[in-house]
């Protein structure tokens, strides 16, 4: 992956993106599941490392990770602050 300092927060992309790699190297079970591979005996995951999502798939038996597309960025509105008209 290579590294761009063009948009803000994607400093904090990249370390979700880092972290993504090591969960998935030392425990790749961190996700939720999400649905089961009947033809290979798996399960699919969904991995969330704000401010980052990642769907990945587990063959445990071959200890084998399939990752089918890079994260993707999660929506989440930012929490506008009080202001003082609301209190």
């Not at 190297?25 to 980052?52: H, S, T, W």
């Not at 071959?62 to 989440?76: E, T, W």
């Amino acid at each position: 992956m290579r590294r761009c300092d063009a948009s803000p927060g994607q400093g904090e992309s990249f370390a979700a993106f880092k972290e993504f790699d090591r969960l998935l190297r030392i425990y790749p079970q961190f996700g939720e599941p999400e649905a089961d591979l009947k033809q290979e005996g798996g399960q699919v995951y969904n991995g969330i490392v704000p401010p980052l999502v990642m769907r990945y798939a587990i063959v445990e038996d071959r200890r084998l990770v399939l990752v089918g597309a890079l994260p993707v960025l999660l929506r989440y509105e930012a929490k506008k602050p009080d202001s003082p008209a609301d209190s």
